[in-house]
Protein backbone atom coordinates (compact mmCIF):
# COMPACT_ATOMS: atom_id res chain seq x y z
CA UNK A 1 0.00 0.00 0.00
CA UNK A 2 1.40 3.24 -0.76
CA UNK A 3 1.55 6.53 0.74
CA UNK A 4 0.76 9.81 -0.96
CA UNK A 5 2.08 12.68 1.54
CA UNK A 6 1.29 15.51 -1.83
CA UNK A 7 -1.89 16.48 -1.89
CA UNK A 8 -3.08 17.90 -5.74
CA UNK A 9 -5.47 20.78 -5.98
CA UNK A 10 -8.01 19.65 -7.32
CA UNK A 11 -11.97 19.67 -7.42
CA UNK A 12 -12.71 16.32 -5.53
CA UNK A 13 -10.57 17.62 -2.59
CA UNK A 14 -11.07 21.30 -2.58
CA UNK A 15 -14.01 20.75 -0.44
CA UNK A 16 -11.22 19.75 2.77
CA UNK A 17 -8.92 22.61 1.74
CA UNK A 18 -10.03 25.91 3.30
CA UNK A 19 -9.12 28.85 5.35
CA UNK A 20 -9.08 26.96 8.18
CA UNK A 21 -7.50 24.39 7.24
CA UNK A 22 -3.96 24.53 5.14
CA UNK A 23 -2.81 21.98 6.06
CA UNK A 24 -2.27 18.99 3.34
CA UNK A 25 -3.68 14.98 4.73
CA UNK A 26 -1.60 11.94 4.34
CA UNK A 27 -3.66 9.57 1.91
CA UNK A 28 -3.34 5.39 2.64
CA UNK A 29 -3.78 4.30 -1.11
CA UNK A 30 -4.36 0.53 -3.19
CA UNK A 31 -3.57 2.17 -6.87
CA UNK A 32 -5.26 4.04 -9.40
CA UNK A 33 -7.79 2.80 -11.23
CA UNK A 34 -9.15 5.14 -14.48
CA UNK A 35 -7.84 7.90 -13.25
CA UNK A 36 -8.87 7.85 -10.08
CA UNK A 37 -7.11 7.02 -6.93
CA UNK A 38 -8.46 3.98 -5.16
CA UNK A 39 -8.28 2.63 -1.39
CA UNK A 40 -8.99 -0.66 -0.48
CA UNK A 41 -11.70 -1.05 2.38
CA UNK A 42 -10.57 -3.51 5.23
CA UNK A 43 -13.91 -3.77 6.06
CA UNK A 44 -15.71 -4.91 3.37
CA UNK A 45 -12.88 -5.86 1.08
CA UNK A 46 -13.78 -3.53 -2.02
CA UNK A 47 -11.54 -0.88 -3.67
CA UNK A 48 -12.99 2.35 -4.08
CA UNK A 49 -12.11 5.65 -5.09
CA UNK A 50 -10.58 7.72 -2.93
CA UNK A 51 -13.82 9.91 -1.94
CA UNK A 52 -16.00 6.94 -1.05
CA UNK A 53 -13.33 7.67 2.34
CA UNK A 54 -13.76 10.19 5.38
CA UNK A 55 -11.15 12.08 6.73
CA UNK A 56 -9.61 12.32 10.32
CA UNK A 57 -7.63 14.38 12.56
CA UNK A 58 -4.95 12.23 14.14
CA UNK A 59 -3.72 14.01 17.92
CA UNK A 60 -0.95 15.15 16.33
CA UNK A 61 -3.22 17.57 14.37
CA UNK A 62 -2.23 15.39 11.13
CA UNK A 63 -4.94 14.86 8.51
CA UNK A 64 -5.28 11.24 7.40
CA UNK A 65 -8.19 9.67 5.11
CA UNK A 66 -10.52 6.84 7.38
CA UNK A 67 -9.22 3.21 6.79
CA UNK A 68 -13.10 1.81 6.30
CA UNK A 69 -15.31 3.44 3.17
CA UNK A 70 -17.93 5.87 4.54
CA UNK A 71 -20.71 3.01 3.89
CA UNK A 72 -18.93 0.69 6.17
CA UNK A 73 -19.11 3.60 8.72
CA UNK A 74 -22.32 4.39 8.62
CA UNK A 75 -23.24 0.78 9.42
CA UNK A 76 -21.73 0.72 12.32
CA UNK A 77 -22.34 3.78 13.66
CA UNK A 78 -26.43 3.41 13.62
Do not use: H
Not at 1 to 11: A, I, T
Not at 20 to 43: A, D, F, H, W
Amino acid sequence: MGYLQEYSENKEWSIIMNKKNTEKPILQVSGYSNGKVMRLCPNCKKEKPLEDFGFRRMDNNIIRNQSWCKKCRAKINK
